[in-house]
Nanobody, 123 residues
Framework: QVQLVESGGGVVQAGGSLRLSCAAS????????MGWFRQAPGKERESVAA????????YYVDSVKGRFTISRDNAENTVYLQMNSLKPEDTAVYYC????????????????WGQGTQVTVSS
């Protein structure tokens, strides 16, 4: 089992920045591919970014490329999402996920999920 706990959400004005963190426990962190996802009210959970086990490769959906950066610290068992130039359409609950399979942006490949952290971007 893997436990994931997100933090760092909040309310920010458009154009501002936030940094989300996700602390993992229960399994060797460096054996897990990690991803960030988000879910806005009335919408399905969508992919945001993913990072491979060693952190050597990252993946982003087009809507966040150039604005968001995913990173990880395997010594601290933590994955981060730095979000810059935030837009109102980025408002959602953000979840981190862990996969024991090949790292991907595909939500259905993730085995473990955190409880989510709310990000609200005001215009």
């Amino acid at each position: 089992q893997v436990q994931l706990v997100e933090s760092g959400g909040g309310v920010v004005q458009a154009g501002g920045s936030l940094r989300l963190s996700c602390a993992a426990s229960g399994r060797t962190f460096s054996n897990l591919g990690m991803g960030w996802f988000r879910q806005a009210p009335g919408k399905e959970r969508e992919s945001v970014a993913a990072i491979t086990r060693a952190g050597s490769t990252t993946y982003y959906v087009d809507s966040v490329k150039g604005r968001f950066t995913i990173s990880r610290d395997n010594a601290e068992n933590t994955v981060y999402l730095q979000m810059n130039s935030l837009k109102p359409e980025d408002t959602a609950v953000y979840y981190c996920g862990a996969t024991t399979m090949r790292t991907t942006l595909l939500r259905e490949k993730y085995d473990y999920w955190g409880q989510g952290t709310q990000v609200t971007v005001s215009s």
